[in-house]
């Protein structure tokens, strides 16, 4: 294939990424975008597959791009056929950090063979080269180091809450400021053992700074840690002078980083504080400590359906009880049923619902609930003052009130669903246990809450029985 003809295929491969970020920024369209995207790897891959480089090897090449497709291929097949909705969030991560390790490897190995990348020869390294090598190195570890981070938090490995030590911002800092000088020197001097310094200080920077940032404030973490993956891979398209890659990394990148601030917004969080690691917070975290002794108002499933029937609207607030219950489809049975009695149904979603954005809306879709129906947080909240029932099952944080009157709560200031400001709210949990920002809901302490305990999928399951 020629190199205008690589060009070409490459330019209509980074139109497919394109439409596919355009696909996937609504449900409706979502299949479209994940489609677009295959197609534009498709077309990527092949390309580079029939690049001059690659034609000019032996059959050894390409047996070697076979051997790596079909591990990667199979790996990934079992991956996508075995992975539950509620491990989405840390698989999103952990594929964050190969992301970044693949950055780190390209770069070491253009250190070593510069001459196979057509950069120059060992020492004597082109300097744009070695800015270039520098920057993808850095951000490939960082990457890496911070996306296994929050693979462990979100898979309970290590504690959600902020993990927070007296100076670590001056930590931080002189960690950037280190890294920043032994770039430059490395840049100058092309020595080796400075590289390898920088990449072990890029390494520990990606824990500190991920590391006390809590589970509030993760959404924000995995869609930053997708923009530093985009930019890692854009720093491997320019040692590997592959522009598909540069292109993808870019629209990555620059995706990712816009969803972070837009986020940011939506959460009352400073974008600055969040890459920052959480520069500038208190480090004492607080939140409202509730007495275990008060009284909770309890319901059974009868009590649940008994309501839920005379009631004229229903307002369904789903969270990550749901999804780890897998109660979305028996939800959709139950909502069937109400609709077909008269009761006007809608479905509000918080941005941050669940662990990674659009988490509540992939399983509402999974189960066939109409995209008509349901709403994002600013275009339902005025409706509840209205509703007779706000029926909530599994989600926590997302409708604490301490978000709005506790000014030392860790998710104060953070937009929240006023499902108390419904006639009834039904609250189907465990347990009285914390969110996943380790904050006490006092909501389920209100005069107007029924709680519900027990598993979401059965609980709903007897709902609908009672119904």
Known sequence: MSANLS?????????????????????????????????????????????????????EAYGLIAVGVLIGGSI??????????????????????????????????????????????????????????SLGIIIGALTFSGSI????????????????????????????????????????????????????????????????????DMPVVISMLNSYSGWAAAGIGFTLGNTALIITGALVGSSGAILSYIMCKGMNR??????????????????IVLNDDR??????????????????SVIVVPGYGMAVAQAQHVLKEMIDILKREGVKVSFAIHPVAGRMPGHMNVLLAEASVPYDEVFELEDINSEFPTADVAFVIGAN??????????????????????VERARTVLF???????GY?????????????????????????????SI
Not at 81 to 93: F, G, N, Y
Not at 295 to 312: I, M, T
């Open 437 to 465: 920002a380790g904050v006490d809901n006092e909501l389920f302490f209100r005069e107007n809450t029924m709680m519900l305990f027990g598993d979401a999928k059965k609980m709903v399951d007897d709902i609908l029985k």
């Open 76 to 133: 990934g097949t079992v991956i996508a056929l075995r992975i539950p909705m509620t491990a989405m969030p840390e698989l999103v991560a952990a594929f964050h950090s190969l992301v970044g390790l693949a950055a780190v490897l390209v770069a070491g190995s253009a250190l070593y063979v510069p001459d196979a990348y057509g950069i120059g020869q060992v020492g004597s390294i082109h300097m744009g080269s070695r800015i270039e090598m």
């Open 295 to 312: 009284p909770v108002k309890r319901g059974s499933a009868e009590d649940a359906a008994f309501v839920l029937k005379n009631a004229g």
């Open 149 to 216: 981070v929050a693979f462990a938090k979100l898979k309970g490995l290590v504690s959600g809450s902020p993990m927070v030590f007296p100076g670590q911002h001056m930590l931080n800092l002189a960690i950037g400021i280190a890294i920043v000088v032994l770039m430059a020197a490395f840049c100058i001097g092309e020595m080796h053992s400075l590289f390898w310094v920088m990449t072990l200080l890029a390494f520990l920077l990606g824990f500190t700074l991920i590391i006390p940032i809590g589970g509030a």
């Open 428 to 434: 189907i949990k465990r347990s009285l246990g914390v």
């Open 7 to 59: 060009a070409l295929a490459y330019l209509a491969a980074g139109v497919c990424f394109i439409l596919a970020l355009r696909g996937l920024s609504s449900p409706e369209t979502s299949r479209r975008g994940n489609f677009m995207g295959m197609l534009g790897m498709a077309i990527a891959v092949a390309t580079t597959a029939l690049s001059p480089d690659i034609l000019k090897s032996d059959f």
């Open 397 to 418: 944080d997302v409708t604490n009130p301490a978000a709005k009157t506790d000014p030392q709560s860790p998710i104060y200031g953070m937009p929240i669903l006023d």
């Open 270 to 287: 400073s974008f600055f504080n969040v890459i920052l690691g959480g520069f500038g917070t208190d480090g004492d975290v607080g939140g």
